[in-house]
């Protein structure tokens, strides 16, 4: 499975992105869709899943301003990205999950500048 994100860049306290990630190569069987991310100095955090049904997980630092979709048709999932605080700046990485496997794609980067 190939994991493409896209999305990131430079945006203010407050604003909003939207993140992208299409999969392709063996898709089939992928349960779980989601995005991570990992600020400097920090370990990688789950930000938002989501299952083939379409049930949603958040974290609580991002409930209520991120909703994470999924399109299983395309193959994509999306993270929209409203009022963005500066500690939601970190690199973001899309993940895919298989019974056995787990799947990264190689990270956008969101920066929330006050």
């Known amino acids: 499975v190939q994991l493409q994100a896209s999305g990131g860049g430079l945006v203010q306290a407050g604003g909003s992105l939207r993140l992208s990630c299409a999969a392709s190569?063996?898709?089939?069987?992928?349960?779980?869709m989601g995005w991570y991310r990992q600020a400097p100095g920090k370990q990688r955090e789950m930000v938002a899943t989501?299952?083939?049904?379409?049930?949603?997980n958040y974290a609580d630092s991002v409930k209520g301003r991120f909703t994470i979709s999924r399109d299983n048709a395309k193959n994509t999932v999306l993270l929209q990205m409203n009022s963005l605080k500066r500690e939601d700046t970190a690199v973001y990485y899309c993940?895919?999950?298989?019974?056995?496997?787990?799947?990264w794609g190689q990270g956008t980067l969101v920066t929330v500048s006050s």
């Open positions: 989501i299952g083939s049904a379409g049930t949603a």
């Open positions: 190569g063996s898709i089939f069987s992928i349960s779980v």
């Open positions: 993940n895919a999950r298989k019974v056995l496997d787990s799947y």
